[in-house]
């Protein structure tokens, strides 16, 4: 068994040493903070309660996985780990910092990893005496019970080191895929359709939130519309997410951040944590009515789902991930009802390519523009399965 050393005691922290603590696997959780550390024991310590009240563990076998992890507030319990998970704010020169730091007391033969959601694996690793140990490992929130795991190699990183960071996070029970060290990795790149195609319907006043939500989720099957899914993560994770892509893939109009929710952002109105965003969460307020008009909720749903097949198809061409790892991502990373490869090919390839073709004719923005691979499989008629 490896041991394993994770940096941040936070949900995200807590909920990786629990997946791995689970596993069998001996944890040292660090933190500079001893109120972080002693929260999360105690909240583990509930967990488990639980998890005993519904016979999922014994009392013993639960007590046992807690005692796995040792809670640490000195990095000089790090010397003897095999692997490194870095889960602390989503800051680049904070993460260099922590990596130079750590990379001096480790072994050198410690793989060192950063659960980074968007930042560059690259730029993380260049702080470091052995970059090609460096790598990412992005695992979604809540760990425990999200399977999906992006694992991203940056150009620095040996050979290899990918395939055996994939066989250990099988052998805990998730589900890896392996993805290009580029701006939002799968999840957080080919989602943003979801969103900002969403918000795009809303601000040009071709439906309110309430139908497009009630579009998204009668006729596209997702668990939950595109507004109660931002309201629900919260625009402070969520609008610095799509600006942080914009930023990284230079301005691509593609990823282009809303004014509406940067407003929303700026005002404070983060969606549930905060009792408003796009909906209004006080008591005693209800949502409206969507419009339930059968030609508008086809209409919506389909351009919002040919932007999203669009962008990963796009991820394909540029060889970001491959087939069976797009799909994988998109329906355990964010709970998608399909994979988005396969709904092209269930949608029809030819009619993505029209309905594209379609909104670019009308807008002339770069947002639209259709992916090369997409018209290429039209023209061989081909298909993505």
Same mark, same amino acid.
């Given at each position: 068994?490896?041991?394993?050393?994770?940096?941040?005691?936070?949900?995200?922290?807590?909920?990786?040493?629990?997946?791995?603590?689970?596993?069998?696997?001996?944890?040292?959780?660090?933190?500079?903070?001893?109120?972080?550390?002693?929260?999360?024991?105690?909240?583990?310590?509930?967990?488990?309660?639980?998890?005993?009240?519904?016979?999922?563990?014994?009392?013993?076998?639960?007590?046992?996985?807690?005692?796995?992890?040792?809670?640490?507030?000195?990095?000089?319990?790090?010397?003897?780990?095999?692997?490194?998970?870095?889960?602390?704010?989503?800051?680049?020169?904070?993460?260099?910092?922590?990596?130079?730091?750590?990379?001096?007391?480790?072994?050198?033969?410690?793989?060192?990893?950063?659960?980074?959601?968007?930042?560059?694996?690259?730029?993380?690793?260049?702080?470091?005496?052995?970059?090609?140990?460096?790598?990412?490992?992005?695992?979604?929130?809540?760990?425990?019970?999200?399977?999906?795991?992006?694992?991203?190699?940056?150009?620095?990183?040996?050979?290899?080191?990918?395939? #055996?960071? &994939? @066989?250990?996070? $099988?052998?805990?029970?998730? *589900?890896?895929? =392996?993805? %290009?060290?580029?701006?939002?990795?799968?999840?957080?790149?080919?989602?943003?359709?979801?969103?900002?195609?969403?918000?795009?319907?809303?601000?040009?006043?071709?439906?309110?939130?309430?139908?497009?939500?009630?579009?998204?989720?009668?006729?596209?099957?997702?668990?939950?519309?595109?507004?109660?899914?931002?309201?629900?993560?919260?625009?402070?994770?969520?609008?610095?997410?799509?600006?942080?892509?914009?930023?990284?893939?230079?301005?691509?109009?593609?990823?282009?951040?809303?004014?509406?929710?940067?407003?929303?952002?700026?005002?404070?109105?983060?969606?549930?944590?905060?009792?408003?965003?796009?909906?209004?969460?006080?008591?005693?307020? #209800?949502? &409206? @009515?969507?419009? $339930?008009?059968?030609?508008? *909720?086809?209409? =919506?749903? %389909?351009?919002?789902?040919?932007?999203?097949?669009?962008?990963?198809?796009?991820?394909?061409?540029?060889?970001?991930?491959?087939?069976?790892?797009?799909?994988?991502?998109?329906?355990?990373?964010?709970?998608?009802?399909?994979?988005?490869?396969?709904?092209?090919?269930?949608?029809?390839?030819?009619?993505?390519?029209?309905?594209?073709?379609?909104?670019?004719?009308?807008?002339?923005?770069?947002?639209?523009?259709?992916?090369?691979?997409?018209?290429?499989?039209?023209?061989?008629?081909?298909?993505?399965?």
């Amino acid at each position: 068994m490896k041991k394993i050393g994770i940096i941040g005691g936070g949900a995200m922290g807590s909920g990786i040493a629990q997946v791995f603590a689970q596993a069998g696997h001996p944890v040292v959780l660090y933190d500079t903070n001893q109120d972080a550390l002693d929260r999360s024991k105690q909240n583990l310590a509930k967990t488990f309660e639980k998890l005993v009240a519904k016979e999922k563990y014994t009392a013993e076998k639960a007590q046992e996985i807690q005692d796995a992890i040792e809670y640490a507030s000195n990095l000089e319990a790090f010397a003897s780990i095999d692997l490194m998970i870095e889960a602390i704010i989503e800051n680049l020169d904070i993460k260099k910092s922590v990596f130079k730091q750590v990379g001096e007391i480790v072994s050198e033969n410690c793989i060192l990893a950063s659960n980074t959601s968007s930042l560059s694996i690259a730029s993380i690793a260049s702080a470091c005496t052995n970059p090609e140990r460096v790598i990412g490992i992005h695992f979604f929130n809540p760990a425990p019970l999200m399977a999906l795991v992006e694992i991203i190699p940056a150009v620095q990183t040996r050979e290899g080191l990918a395939e #055996e960071i &994939k @066989a250990l996070i $099988q052998s805990v029970g998730k *589900l890896p895929v =392996i993805t %290009k060290d580029t701006p939002g990795f799968i999840v957080n790149r080919v989602a943003r359709p979801f969103y900002s195609e969403s918000i795009r319907i809303l601000e040009e006043g071709v439906a309110d939130a309430e139908t497009i939500d009630f579009a998204m989720t009668s006729l596209g099957g997702f668990r939950m519309g595109p507004f109660e899914l931002m309201d629900f993560i919260g625009h402070d994770v969520n609008y610095r997410v799509t600006e942080s892509v914009f930023e990284s893939f230079f301005y691509d109009p593609r990823f282009k951040p809303s004014f509406s929710q940067k407003r929303l952002f700026e005002a404070g109105y983060y969606g549930r944590k905060s009792g408003r965003g796009f909906y209004n969460y006080a008591e005693g307020v #209800e949502k &409206k @009515a969507p419009n $339930q008009d059968q030609a508008l *909720l086809e209409k =919506i749903y %389909k351009r919002v789902l040919v932007m999203l097949i669009n962008e990963a198809a796009d991820a394909l061409f540029l060889n970001i991930a491959n087939r069976e790892d797009l799909d994988t991502a998109m329906t355990k990373g964010v709970n998608y009802p399909k994979g988005l490869l396969k709904w092209a090919d269930e949608y029809g390839i030819e009619n993505v390519q029209n309905d594209l073709d379609e909104l670019y004719n009308h807008y002339h923005e770069d947002r639209y523009r259709l992916s090369p691979i997409i018209r290429n499989m039209v023209k061989e008629n081909k298909t993505f399965y």
